[in-house]
């Protein structure tokens, strides 16, 4: 298992290697700043991931990291060697006799909070988002405290308000949820659309689908349900995830999903009456 000081070395990496070149508020980063800003996102990612690997999931989770971290590499450089130090830590990827969840977690969220302190107005909300999820797995494993309950309601749903309307409502287990936050995000064809609860829980949805396209399955292999960790669609055994989109016009998108999720640690939450219906 990787050593939280040696993680702690990327958070100031991070910081370090961005802060002389970080924009002045009101520019725009170069496609280069970009592109290192969403190589650290992408560490932040599979950090989390990594901090909830089981004895099973260890090894596919920790090659996955150290993936991630090599790209940072090549984008970012690494000029104190402190990547290097990282991947050398992680080893071979064998899980040793004992995990410490907690210290992983801790491990996620500096990686995520460094990135974070870089972003730019393009990059503000996914990195934010990406934090977000940091914060929640830190409280899942560690416990809530203030400081880190007071930074999750400072960050909110990461935007000033939601940009669409209408509903995205699901029965998580027993816990019938209503997302009333929706965003939709245009990039190009593509359409980035997330619900959310709202604080203080921050139960969120997201999807990512091609406008027009309708169907079957057509959004399960981008599906992320955040409830006490991060879920995503299940392919395995009965009553596997499914989803229907029947209207994908500009402006609307209208549909259903059911099944089960899974988390990196394997436990699985069954969603029933998912219901899609927004206009943005």
């Given at each position: 298992?990787k050593?939280?000081?040696?993680l702690c070395?990327?958070?100031?990496?991070?910081?370090?290697?961005?802060?002389?070149?970080?924009?002045?508020?009101?520019?725009?980063?170069?496609?280069?700043?970009?592109?290192?800003?969403?190589?650290?996102?992408?560490?932040?990612?599979?950090?989390?991931?990594?901090?909830?690997?089981?004895?099973e999931?260890?090894?596919?989770?920790?090659?996955?990291?150290?993936?991630?971290?090599?790209?940072?590499?090549?984008?970012?450089?690494?000029?104190?060697?402190?990547?290097?130090?990282?991947?050398?830590s992680?080893?071979?990827?064998?899980?040793?006799?004992?995990?410490?969840?907690?210290?992983?977690?801790?491990?996620?969220?500096?990686?995520?909070?460094a990135?974070f302190?870089q972003?730019t107005?393009?990059?503000?909300?996914?990195?934010?988002?990406?934090?977000?999820e940091?914060l929640?797995?830190?409280?899942?494993?560690?416990g809530?405290?203030?400081?880190?309950l007071?930074?999750?309601?400072?960050?909110?749903n990461?935007?000033?308000?939601?940009?669409a309307e209408?509903?995205?409502?699901?029965?998580?287990?027993?816990?019938?949820?209503?997302?009333d936050?929706?965003n939709?995000?245009?990039?190009?064809?593509?359409?980035?659309?997330?619900?959310?609860?709202?604080?203080?829980?921050?139960?969120?949805?997201?999807?990512?689908?091609?406008?027009g396209?309708?169907?079957?399955?057509?959004?399960n292999?981008?599906?992320?349900f955040?409830?006490t960790?991060?879920?995503?669609?299940?392919?395995?055994?009965?009553?596997?995830f499914t989803s229907t989109?029947?209207?994908?016009?500009?402006?609307?998108?209208?549909?259903?999903?059911?099944g089960i999720?899974?988390?990196a640690?394997g436990i699985?939450?069954?969603l029933?009456?998912?219901?899609?219906?927004?206009?943005?």
């Amino acid at each position: 298992m990787k050593k939280l000081g040696i993680l702690c070395l990327l958070l100031c990496f991070l910081v370090a290697s961005k802060c002389d070149n970080e924009p002045l508020e009101g520019e725009f980063a170069t496609e280069e700043e970009t592109s290192c800003v969403f190589a650290a996102e992408n560490v932040t990612n599979a950090a989390i991931a990594f901090s909830q690997a089981t004895d099973e999931t260890y090894e596919q989770l920790c090659l996955a990291y150290k993936t991630a971290i090599l790209n940072l590499i090549q984008l970012c450089g690494d000029p104190d060697g402190s990547l290097q130090a990282l991947l050398d830590s992680l080893g071979d990827c064998i899980p040793d006799s004992q995990i410490d969840t907690c210290a992983e977690a801790t491990a996620a969220a500096a990686i995520a909070q460094a990135a974070f302190s870089q972003a730019t107005s393009e990059t503000y909300y996914d990195l934010c988002i990406s934090y977000r999820e940091a914060l929640l797995t830190l409280i899942e494993f560690c416990g809530p405290d203030s400081e880190t309950l007071s930074i999750l309601n400072d960050l909110g749903n990461c935007l000033d308000s939601a940009n669409a309307e209408g509903f995205m409502r699901v029965t998580a287990g027993t816990l019938n949820l209503e997302f009333d936050i929706i965003n939709v995000f245009e990039d190009g064809n593509l359409l980035e659309v997330t619900g959310e609860t709202g604080s203080p829980t921050y139960h969120i949805i997201y999807f990512e689908i091609n406008l027009g396209e309708t169907g079957d399955d057509i959004i399960n292999d981008s599906f992320k349900f955040n409830f006490t960790s991060q879920y995503f669609p299940s392919t395995q055994g009965f009553n596997g995830f499914t989803s229907t989109i029947t209207t994908n016009s500009p402006g609307n998108i209208i549909g259903t999903f059911n099944g089960i999720v899974t988390n990196a640690q394997g436990i699985n939450l069954n969603l029933t009456s998912g219901e899609i219906s927004v206009l943005y």
